[in-house]
């Protein structure tokens, strides 16, 4: 398959299977299951059809006379793109018995998960600034919605139009970021602003820096830190854990896939400028979303809490990217891995144990579950360990890149304070293994049933801990060398001519 057919294919299954189970959806042949394995099957077919683009370094500008270097597909979005379908078949497939066991997850939901895929695979990909707008709205609008899936729910409901306010308000300093770049650059292309840029002096940058710090905004917002995350605790409260988990472990990703894009290419002569805010961003982040996972008593806002802090993490080393060396660009791709996976199997095993109920779950909820339900306990422990950065872990792994590449780009003082952070996250997460080990029992051994949901936990607890140990034991199956290329790999992709 040539990367042009990979390219196209991916976005245009995604496309027409939405709009096929929309069609399909209002026929009498339509069922919950259908629909659900329809789209599992699209899912999985288009990752293995992305996995191929991964072997190597690669750059096409996509039918240049037709879109007119509006999206490029390199190694960077196939990268990117296939995180984001293998977290979406994750997220669905563990939600199985969540999604069979609540009578909201009508058709309408896969048709918003697929559409808002199908966003951030062209976000990903995107050259141009109003198609990046475009593709991000697309994304955007669609998880605004599944967040207001349950009608029934005041919670949900509030979550929604707090959401969608929010988020049309930060989407204006994107648009207003984008006209400024315009009215200097005289163009949205990534390519022309970043020639603009190395062929004028600072002085003739003004505007375009102007609007760098407004969409700036926008990214901050998206990726919810603080202080742009205030609403991260509502929202993520008042939407079913499915979504919880796709909007933590794959939205905040496609984002952060722009923002690389944009802030390593065009504006790369500009992070010295932009370093320090980005710092200063992350330190606020970090300590915010600690003070907030502290408090919380509730063990869904105290993950929504908690990642606020990874994107303060992740911050730090997005500030040590633009110092130009790859290794620091790649941390970022690392540890966005680790922790989506490790978001997405917290927030997995919340949804499976909830069987489609609307409880809150507290602390007090998990006692003694390990001495019930021994394996989801266990890989319970497993997310949350990777989570905290613990050491036979991705998660310790990915934070290691993260603080290594900060203090090689000269940020030790920031190294240190993200290392403090971590010391602190072990107090919260360490706080549910506890009530689940150590504590009496609540209740009686219970079937979950669904056993594709249970299996796909087992499968994000064995990925986790063979990206933290896998390597040293069996050196000939891949494993964090091998990611760590791929990492370098996409880096290296968005300056291939």
């Known amino acids: 398959m040539t990367?042009?057919?990979?390219?196209?294919?991916?976005?245009?299954?995604?496309?027409?299977?939405?709009?096929?189970?929309?069609?399909?959806?209002?026929?009498?042949?339509?069922?919950?299951a259908r629909g659900y394995y329809i789209t599992l099957a699209t899912l999985f077919v288009t990752l293995l059809i992305s996995a191929n683009a991964l072997s190597e370094k690669h750059s096409v500008d996509l039918l240049p006379e037709l879109f007119n270097s509006m999206v490029v597909y390199d190694t960077f979005s196939a990268t990117f793109i296939s995180l984001f379908l293998f977290g979406g078949f994750l997220t669905l497939a563990i939600a199985k018995s969540f999604i069979y066991n609540t009578t909201y997850f009508t058709f309408e939901s896969f048709v918003l998960l697929l559409f808002s895929l199908f966003g951030m695979v062209v976000l990903s990909m995107s050259n141009e600034l109003l198609t990046a707008f475009i593709s991000l709205e697309i994304a955007s609008m669609s998880v605004y919605i599944l967040v207001g899936l349950n009608r029934n729910?005041?919670?949900?409901?509030?979550?929604?139009?707090?959401?969608?306010l929010l988020g049309s308000f930060a989407a204006s300093f994107y648009l207003l970021g984008m006209m400024l770049i315009y009215a200097q650059a005289k163009s949205t292309n990534l390519e022309v602003i970043a020639e603009y840029m190395l062929r004028t002096d600072l002085n003739s940058q003004l505007l375009v820096i102007a609007g760098g710090l407004l969409i700036m905004i926008t990214i901050l917002f998206k990726i919810a830190a603080v202080p742009?995350?205030?609403?991260?605790?509502?929202?993520?409260?008042?939407?079913?854990?499915?979504?919880?988990?796709?909007?933590?472990?794959?939205?905040?990703?496609a984002v952060f896939a722009f923002a690389l894009r944009l802030f390593l290419g065009s504006y790369i002569s500009l992070s010295d400028l932009y370093a320090p805010l980005i710092l200063g961003a992350s330190v606020v982040t970090m300590f915010g979303g600690s003070i907030l996972a502290v408090i919380q008593t509730s063990v869904k806002k105290m993950l929504a809490a908690s990642s606020v802090v990874h994107s303060g993490y992740i911050l730090i080393a997005f500030a040590a990217a633009g110092?130009?060396?790859?290794?620091?660009?790649?941390?970022?791709?690392?540890?966005?891995?680790?922790?989506?996976?490790?978001?997405?199997?917290a927030f997995g095993v919340l949804s499976y144990i909830s069987r489609g109920s609307e409880k809150v779950i507290n602390f007090d909820d998990l006692n003694g579950l390990a001495a019930t339900n021994p394996i989801i306990a266990a890989s319970l422990t497993v997310f949350l360990l990777s989570l905290a950065g613990f050491p036979s872990t991705i998660g310790f792994i990915g934070k290691f890149y993260i603080f290594t590449s900060a203090i090689e780009s000269g940020y030790t003082p920031f190294a240190i304070f993200g290392a403090v952070t971590a010391f602190?996250?072990?107090?919260?997460?360490f706080k549910v293994i506890v009530h689940m080990y150590f504590e009496d029992s609540i209740h009686e051994k219970i079937d979950y049933g669904h056993k594709l949901s249970f299996s796909f936990i087992i499968v994000c607890s064995v990925i986790i801990l063979w990206g933290g140990v896998g390597t040293t034991l069996l050196f000939n199956i891949p494993g964090i060398d091998e990611l760590n290329q791929l990492s370098k790999y996409a880096i290296e992709s968005l300056y291939l001519e």
């Open 3 to 32: 990367n042009e057919f990979i390219a196209l294919a991916v976005p245009a299954l995604l496309l027409f299977s939405a709009i096929f189970i929309l069609l399909f959806g209002l026929s009498s042949y339509y069922t919950k």
């Open 153 to 164: 729910s005041l919670k949900a409901s509030e979550a929604f139009f707090k959401y969608l």
């Open 228 to 253: 742009f995350g205030a609403w991260v605790i509502d929202v993520y409260e008042g939407a079913s854990l499915p979504i919880t988990a796709y909007m933590a472990g794959i939205f905040k990703i």
């Open 323 to 345: 110092s130009g060396t790859v290794s620091s660009s790649s941390a970022i791709l690392f540890y966005l891995f680790a922790y989506f996976i490790s978001a997405i199997g």
């Open 424 to 429: 602190i996250s072990i107090y919260y997460y």
